[in-house]
């Protein structure tokens, strides 16, 4: 491998050009279809460019720290976002029944988005101090460090985002060597694990979301409804999609939550079957260039960090595409880089940038 | 790559276990993107044609557009039952996120007492949330600008236009229009039964009496549609594509509204019914019924109180012109002297002597004269003419009761006459099986005498009487009796009821002149019952008058109208028919309760008769 010792100019403000086109491209791309979905709503387009700006920003801020300084800043980040957690258990403020917020003051915040990053930067970094692959212990204490937030989260309850970070951090675990044994054991330990969180860990409407995604059309008029009226948007589609803006189903607002969670339903019935491929390529070449830098990175902590990150984006495309074309049940996760929507943009940036990070990082640059 | 650093961790070993678990992470990944993506195909590809189906069937709604009723015209173009466009306030529940608040504010704006404001809440939670519901129907000018004007605080409430029956004669024509009214549910049941149920996918109304019920399925006319697009709430985007209704068939009627006005305003004060009929083909020129009420207290629904008042011992719903039942009395004294002749009882010259009662012989009681000193030597011309009662209690005891049932019943009557409205009584002729099935008793001899003077069990109604005398005005030639004379589509004209019946044909042809003959001199002769109800008529009436008794009168004792009470008193009959020799029209007249025949019941015939004859003046030297 021959790189060049002279640093390019996008190295210099360490930007992973690939990946940055990948990910202008799906912003474009998201401009177009939030137009069409938000019934042609400038305003609402205009504050979704706004908050993608700031979430550039937010990638650029981040693609400068170095991961040295990341991980000097790994424990205060993920201390700070677990009490902000614990204060939200006892002080958070209650929007829709839902306890997920802080009040700073001038915004809400919801300290879930921290945890989104401190979780798998806090196991890559413990996992990575230890030798590969994880002892034992080892496994056990990053399982703890997952496990505390998720718990929390989930009672919050936001049962998608303590999935989600649960699963950010099992990445780490799995990119670390985590045995198959192991693994294959604890698929065998889930039965029963799932069995009991049926019956004890689950609401009565996340019941009512798994029991209408087995058969939404029992419930046509009542919770079945958002499903079946986004499998209509996407089948509708076709191959070549009814055109921009000619969606039925988006347009005379049949399709719930269009701009947000169910956009991915508006893409297919306005691009079709085309479209769905070109936006399934994009984000598997997003998530190869993840990977691969994860591959080449300098060292075990930015490897299982980069990939954590990386694999977890994946799993919010498959969540959300799974969710809105009736293979998964309805969690509430939006369609990363495509939905509208606030913080959610902005963390999820924020990892790109600690990835283009990790890409750029002056040490891989300099190792031949 | 080889680490120099001398550490226990093999940091090689360990990248590569890295890259390995990376690439099953990649292989992971491209199969569930390849899930997704085989996903999408079914959906998209094999899935395709369920799903464009279903989406169509989401925003494309067929919408049924009502057709438009027909009109309804008089003999002479006039209007008599049109659809006006009303005003309605309705609302689509489903469209309004707090609709008691906002139907309160509404309900402020335009006057909408709080019950009524309850009662709609209370209906709308049954129903459809996604239709129309009409929460104040018929708003006035001023309301329908009040509410336009703060229309923008009240989004799903809508000012709907509908057209909706009117009928600009009111009380003048209930009983031969009748009226439309708010479809019920027992006709929504017939209509599906029938498969007429698509039909009135959009209609509100249908006719519920008169007219407006026997030719509903005219009148109505076939439903049209509309495809439109819609969104998820039901608000239409725009209109994809419109199929139109067929409007109904338009009526002109027989009737005269002049003459009905007429009938009307000579029977006011008084229950009664008139029939005026055109002896050339059997169309009705007027009927009227009195009282009557104003059918467009049904059209939106009558209020309970406005109901009730109605049911008052006048009895307005009752159309008296075919449901009213009254003994004929004397009006049909004619075809029972034709059937004296036919069955050779009597002849032309034959004269009898009236004492001023009849007897049986062998028998006590005493049948009177309506004169109780007798009307001396009487033959056929003058038992008609001061209708004497005697000669016809003769004829009658002669004749007995299954002839005369059979011979009055070729004149209609113990039948429907079949006019074009179903509110219509067959009445009784009465017959020995009648009786004995009715009253488990035999037919005595002394029954058919009453009978003989159209009285003792012998109800008929107006409509029978005035169809009685038609056949014998035409001499035996009959004719359907109806009231509408065409219906009109565009420019599209189909007569109906021309219908000639078989006539009655008599073994002497002759026998229907001397009935007439006899009818003329009623109103010619100083000593005729009719001739001072028509001294002076400048056309050449003919006629024939009826006094009906309501109780019996005790042998021996003197019929006093003041002493009796006014619902015992007599009813007054008159039937009767003009110009004598080529008739243009045959009027009757039934008045309850009012006394005879000739002082009550000629003279409203007269007035009928005049306005006729100014209407429609005779042709010089034809009178």
């Given at each position: 491998m021959v790189l060049s010792r002279k640093r390019t100019i996008w190295q210099k403000i360490h930007i992973d050009v690939p990946l940055m086109l990948a990910l202008l491209c799906m912003m474009c791309g998201s401009l177009a279809i939030v137009y069409s979905a938000s019934g042609q709503n400038m305003d609402m387009m205009l504050r979704h460019g706004v908050r993608m700006g700031g979430a550039v920003i937010a990638l650029l801020v981040f693609a400068q720290i170095p991961p040295i300084t990341l991980k000097r800043l790994v424990i205060p980040l993920y201390l700070v976002g677990l009490s902000m957690l614990v204060a939200v258990f006892f002080l958070g403020i209650t929007i829709n029944g839902a306890k997920r917020w802080l009040n700073l003051g001038v915004t809400n915040f919801q300290p879930s988005e921290v945890m989104k990053l401190a979780v798998p930067m806090m196991v890559a970094w413990y996992i990575s101090q230890h030798r590969m692959p994880p002892k034992l212990l080892n496994l056990f204490i990053g399982f703890v460090l997952i496990c505390v937030p998720t718990f929390l989260i989930k009672e919050q309850p936001d049962l998608g985002t303590s999935l989600l970070i649960a699963s950010s951090g099992l990445f780490v675990l799995f990119l670390a060597g985590l045995s198959w044994r192991l693994i294959g054991g604890a698929i065998l330990l889930m039965i029963p694990a799932v069995y009991a969180f049926w019956h004890f860990g689950m609401r009565a409407y996340q019941k009512q979301r798994v029991m209408t995604l087995?058969?939404?059309?029992?419930?046509?008029?009542?919770?079945?409804?958002?499903?079946?009226?986004s499998k209509i948007a996407i089948g509708s589609g076709g191959i070549e999609g009814k055109g921009w803006l000619q969606g039925t189903q988006s347009q005379l607002e049949f399709l719930p939550e269009r701009h947000t969670d169910f956009i991915f339903s508006v893409l297919s019935e306005e691009f079709g079957l085309i479209g769905v491929v070109l936006l399934l390529s994009v984000y598997l070449f997003?998530?190869?260039?993840?990977?691969?830098?994860?591959?080449?990175?300098?060292?075990?902590?930015?490897?299982?960090?980069?990939?954590?990150?990386?694999?977890?984006?994946?799993?919010?495309?498959?969540?959300?595409?799974?969710?809105?074309?009736?293979?998964?049940?309805?969690?509430?996760?939006?369609?990363p880089l495509i939905s509208y929507g606030g913080t959610s943009m902005v963390t999820l940036m924020a990892g790109f940038g600690i990835i283009m990070s990790i890409a750029t990082d002056k040490r891989m640059l300099l190792k031949s | 790559m080889i680490n120099k650093r001398p550490t226990i961790r093999d940091h090689s070993a360990e990248a590569n276990l890295f890259a390995r678990r990376a690439f099953v992470g990649f292989v992971f990944v491209t199969i569930l993107i390849g899930v997704l993506l085989s996903n999408a195909y079914k959906l998209q590809v094999k899935e395709h044609d369920t799903y464009k189906t279903r989406s169509n069937d989401n925003r494309i709604k067929v919408i049924p557009v009502a057709p438009n009723r027909g009109l309804?015209?008089?003999?002479?173009?006039?209007?008599?039952?049109?659809?006006?466009?009303?005003?309605?306030?309705?609302?689509?529940?489903?469209?309004?996120?707090?609709?008691?608040?906002?139907?309160?504010?509404?309900?402020?704006?335009?006057?909408?007492?709080?019950?009524?404001?309850?009662?709609?809440?209370?209906?709308?939670?049954?129903?459809?949330?996604?239709?129309?519901?009409?929460?104040k129907a018929r708003l006035n000018e001023q309301e329908v600008a009040l509410f336009s004007v703060n229309q923008h605080k009240f989004p799903g409430f809508n000012i709907e236009a509908r057209l909706a029956r009117y009928y600009p004669y009111g009380e003048t024509l209930t009983h031969a229009l009748g009226y439309v009214a708010k479809l019920n549910k027992k006709e929504l049941t017939s209509l599906e039964l029938a498969g007429e149920a698509k039909n009135y996918r959009a209609t509100h109304d249908i006719g519920k009496l008169g007219i407006e019920k026997f030719y509903e399925k005219e009148l109505h006319g076939i439903v049209g549609s509309q495809r439109v697009e819609v969104n998820n709430r039901g608000r239409v985007i725009r209109t994809l594509s419109v199929d139109a209704p067929t409007p109904g068939q338009d009526l002109v009627l027989t009737l005269d509204i002049g003459l009905q006005q007429v009938a009307k305003k000579a029977l006011e004060g008084m229950r009664g019914a008139i029939v005026v009929m055109d002896p050339k083909d059997g169309g009705i020129l007027a009927l009227y019924s009195n009282p009557s009420y104003d059918p467009n207290l049904f059209v939106h629904g009558i209020s309970g109180k406005n109901y009730r008042a109605l049911l008052n011992p006048d009895r307005p719903l009752i159309n008296r012109t075919t449901q009213g039942r009254y003994a004929p009395a004397s009006t049909v004294k004619p075809h029972l002297a034709i059937l004296?002749?036919?069955?050779?009882?009597?002849?032309?010259?034959?004269?009898?002597?009236?004492?001023?009662?009849?007897?049986?012989?062998?028998?006590?009681?005493?049948?009177?004269?309506?004169?109780?000193?007798?009307?001396?030597?009487?033959?056929?011309?003058?038992?008609?003419?001061?209708?004497?009662?005697?000669?016809?209690?003769?004829?009658?005891?002669?004749?007995?009761?299954?002839?005369?049932?059979?011979?009055?019943?070729?004149?209609?009557?113990?039948?429907?006459?079949?006019?074009?409205?179903?509110?219509?009584?067959?009445?009784?002729?009465?017959?020995?099986?009648?009786?004995?099935?009715?009253?488990?008793?035999?037919?005595?001899?002394?029954?058919?005498?009453?009978?003989?003077i159209g009285q003792g069990y012998w109800t008929a109604t107006p409509m029978q009487i005035a169809n009685?005398?038609?056949?014998?005005?035409?001499?035996?030639?009959?004719?359907?009796?109806?009231?509408?004379?065409?219906?009109?589509?565009?420019?599209?004209?189909?007569?109906?009821?021309?219908?000639?019946?078989?006539?009655?044909?008599?073994?002497?042809?002759?026998?229907?002149?001397?009935?007439?003959?006899?009818?003329?001199?009623?109103?010619?002769?100083?000593?005729?019952?009719?001739?001072?109800?028509?001294?002076?008529?400048?056309?050449?009436?003919?006629?024939?008058?009826?006094?009906?008794?309501?109780?019996?009168?005790?042998?021996?004792?003197?019929?006093?109208a003041e002493k009796l009470d006014e619902r015992h008193r007599d009813n007054a009959i008159y039937t009767g028919f003009a110009p004598y020799d080529d008739p243009r029209v045959v009027v009757t007249v039934v008045v309850e309760n009012q006394g005879g025949g000739s002082k009550i019941a000629a003279p409203i015939a007269r007035q009928l008769m005049d306005y006729y004859f100014t209407a429609n003046p005779l042709q010089k030297g034809k009178n």
């Open positions: 087995l058969d939404p059309e029992s419930d046509p008029l009542g919770a079945g409804y958002h499903i079946i009226q997003i998530i190869g260039r993840g990977l691969l830098i994860a591959v080449r990175a300098q060292d075990a902590f930015s490897k299982l960090l980069a990939g954590a990150l990386t694999l977890t984006f994946f799993v919010y495309v498959f969540v959300n595409i799974g969710m809105v074309s009736g293979l998964l049940p309805v969690v509430g996760v939006p369609l | 309804i015209y008089d003999r002479n173009g006039v209007l008599l039952a049109e659809n006006r466009p009303v005003y309605n306030l309705e609302v689509i529940p489903e469209q309004v996120d707090d609709i008691a608040k906002q139907l309160a504010e509404v309900g402020a704006l335009l006057n909408i007492s709080v019950e009524d404001q309850e009662n709609f809440l209370k209906n709308i939670r049954r129903k459809q949330r996604f239709k129309s519901r009409v929460i004296g002749l036919e069955e050779g009882i009597i002849t032309e010259q034959t004269r009898m002597w009236d004492p001023g009662f009849f007897q049986i012989p062998n028998v006590d009681h005493r049948w009177r004269d309506w004169q109780r000193w007798g009307h001396g030597h009487v033959d056929v011309y003058k038992a008609i003419e001061e209708s004497c009662d005697t000669f016809y209690y003769d004829i009658a005891y002669k004749t007995g009761i299954t002839k005369i049932s059979n011979f009055m019943n070729k004149f209609g009557f113990g039948d429907l006459s079949g006019i074009d409205i179903h509110e219509e009584t067959t009445a009784i002729l009465p017959t020995v099986a009648w009786k004995k099935e009715r009253f488990k008793e035999n037919w005595w001899p002394g029954d058919t005498i009453s009978v003989g009685a005398v038609t056949i014998m005005v035409n001499k035996g030639e009959h004719y359907q009796p109806h009231l509408v004379q065409v219906q009109k589509q565009f420019d599209e004209i189909t007569p109906m009821y021309t219908e000639e019946r078989p006539p009655i044909v008599l073994k002497n042809h002759d026998h229907w002149r001397i009935a007439l003959e006899a009818m003329h001199n009623t109103v010619k002769k100083v000593t005729g019952t009719a001739h001072k109800a028509f001294k002076g008529a400048n056309y050449d009436p003919a006629g024939k008058t009826g006094t009906a008794q309501i109780v019996s009168i005790a042998q021996g004792e003197k019929y006093d």
